[in-house]
């Protein structure tokens, strides 16, 4: 974290906040002190610091309600609690209601530091897990589906990238889900309440393509018999996505050109100038450099739009991918259709996967609706599957590909038994041995906090400082 730590102290006493700031004057640290129990309700309400030091004797209300609302609303903050009444009942009981930490008064100048210093190192590493997981552990976004490494970085470049008026480039094969993408970069920014306008350049005539960005004046051309707002107008203050962007003539690429430098633009038989105010997305699946040198593109709107690029991952490389979002399909078509289907059999399942997918998730949503609108059953089977699937592998090569899928039956259990390997005498462990390392574990998951480990393990924190203060005095005997 670049900035400082933001700690609340709740302390009724002056006196001892003021000792408490003395102590921690040194320290890499924003210290807000208030006096009741009302008073950091409200503070927390509005702002959320990483670390809070909770007196229990307060002139308003108890310690302990504090810390069951701050609980209650789950703030990702660390809770320390000072007290002159601590006990180690009373401990265990704070930390089974959230403390994560406890101090009793007098409280030195050492150990407050100390504790400070763990409890903040802990809130670090744990964001540090959180933004790992937010950043890794996606399996949906924004209309994706998929948990696969190229995936991730589809969703990383779409963070960083969406906040911005930058243009993105997205290119993928077909079915790949570009127009998904545009619209995840639109939900993402800051324009997600504006329009959001698509135009497929590949689907629409050359003459007409013109009009339907900019919009037309009434007797423009033959059939205008009203005036039009284009794609242009209705995306002002929010996003335009041009699919299949290569597809455009050439002539309106200029055009284009001028109006993504400019915001501005004429409808088709206009003479007055308009101004937009619009965030630029485009998408090709073909390869935008070899169109430019086939003079099929221009090479000043190409470097105009390729701001910021993002390639979409074919479904042939996105692994696990493939049967995710195959059995999202299958449920959803099946409940639409009556049907029973849930999964997919194993031998369907390496067919799946190892599909090449030329169409990419498109084909694979037309393959399943196929499957659930000419059978039913509980599992899809290859023989299910619509041509040429379901002669793509031979049981030989299925079975080749998924060895762990297909395996001899289980013996039952009293044949089990009846063999099992006898137990050796060395296979056995003191229980000392044991016990301890059970306790060593449990410490070093609270991360070194002697009264969380206790809580968890359901034992009293006297008996862990007992026994580790006994293992501590044995190795330095050693």
């Known amino acids: 974290m670049k900035s400082k730590y933001r700690v609340l102290l709740i302390e009724d006493s002056k006196p001892l906040a003021n000792l408490y700031i003395q102590y921690l004057s040194g320290e890499p640290i924003d210290l807000v002190c208030l006096e009741t129990g009302q008073q950091a309700l409200d503070y927390l309400e509005k702002s959320t610091p990483h670390l809070i030091m909770l007196d229990l004797k307060l002139p308003d209300m108890s310690g302990q309600e504090v810390l069951s609302w701050i609980k209650k609303q789950a703030l990702p903050c660390s809770v320390i609690v000072v007290t002159s009444h601590g006990s180690v009942n009373t401990a265990v009981e704070l930390m089974q209601q959230g403390a994560d930490d406890f101090l009793e008064k007098p409280v030195s100048a050492e150990r407050l530091k100390t504790t400070l210093k763990?409890?903040?190192?802990?809130?670090?590493?744990?964001?540090?897990?959180?933004?790992?997981?937010?950043?890794?552990?996606?399996?949906?976004?924004?209309?994706?589906?998929?948990?696969?490494?190229?995936?991730?970085?589809?969703?990383?470049?779409?963070?960083?990238?969406?906040?911005?008026?930058?243009?993105?480039?997205?290119?993928?094969?077909?079915?790949?889900?570009?127009?998904?993408?545009?619209?995840?970069?639109?939900?993402?920014?800051?324009?997600?309440?504006?329009?959001?306008?698509?135009?497929?350049?590949?689907?629409?005539?050359?003459?007409?393509?013109?009009?339907?960005?900019?919009?037309?004046?009434?007797?423009?051309?033959?059939?205008?018999?009203?005036?039009?707002?284009?794609?242009?107008?209705?995306?002002?203050?929010?996003?335009?996505?041009?699919?299949?962007?290569?597809?455009?003539?050439?002539?309106?690429?200029?055009?284009?050109?001028?109006?993504?430098?400019?915001?501005?633009?004429?409808?088709?038989?206009?003479?007055?100038?308009?101004?937009?105010?619009?965030?630029?997305?485009?998408?090709?699946?073909?390869?935008?450099?070899?169109?430019?040198?086939?003079?099929?593109?221009?090479?000043?709107?190409?470097?105009?739009?390729?701001?910021?690029?993002?390639?979409?991952?074919p479904l042939r490389e996105r692994g696990d991918d493939i049967l995710t979002i195959a059995t999202k399909f299958l449920r959803t078509y099946a409940n639409e259709e009556g049907k029973s289907f849930t999964q997919f059999s194993p031998e369907a399942e390496v067919v799946l996967r190892h599909y090449p997918w030329p169409g990419n998730v498109r084909q694979l949503q037309n393959v399943i609706r196929n499957v659930v609108v000419l059978h039913d059953g509980d599992a899809v089977s290859i023989k299910q599957l619509p041509p040429p699937l379901n002669e793509t592998l031979s049981d030989q090569e299925i079975r080749s590909l998924a060895p762990t899928t297909f395996v001899e039956p289980t013996p039952d259990a009293s044949e089990s038994t009846a063999h099992a390997a006898p137990v050796e005498s060395s296979d056995i462990r003191p229980l000392e041995d044991v016990e301890r390392e059970a306790i060593q574990q449990a410490i070093e998951f609270c991360g070194g906090n002697v009264l969380k480990a206790a809580v968890l393990l359901k034992v009293s924190p006297s008996t862990l400082y007992r026994k580790k203060q006994a293992w501590e005095t044995d190795t330095d005997n050693a």
């Open 118 to 313: 763990n409890q903040l190192e802990h809130v670090r590493l744990q964001h540090l897990v959180d933004d790992i997981k937010t950043s890794f552990e996606r399996n949906t976004y924004q209309g994706f589906i998929g948990a696969s490494l190229p995936m991730q970085n589809v969703y990383r470049i779409i963070d960083a990238a969406a906040p911005s008026k930058a243009t993105v480039f997205i290119t993928g094969e077909s079915g790949t889900g570009k127009e998904v993408c545009a619209e995840a970069i639109h939900a993402q920014s800051p324009r997600t309440k504006a329009p959001f306008i698509a135009l497929n350049c590949g689907a629409i005539p050359h003459d007409l393509m013109e009009s339907e960005i900019f919009g037309h004046v009434k007797g423009a051309f033959t059939g205008a018999s009203s005036e039009r707002k284009g794609a242009a107008a209705q995306a002002d203050g929010g996003t335009l996505f041009l699919d299949e962007i290569c597809e455009m003539d050439l002539d309106l690429q200029k055009k284009l050109l001028r109006f993504i430098q400019t915001g501005r633009y004429q409808k088709v038989g206009g003479s007055k100038e308009e101004s937009v105010d619009i965030r630029f997305l485009c998408a090709t699946n073909k390869d935008p450099l070899h169109e430019v040198a086939a003079g099929k593109f221009r090479e000043d709107l190409y470097y105009r739009l390729h701001v910021v690029p993002l390639a979409l991952p």
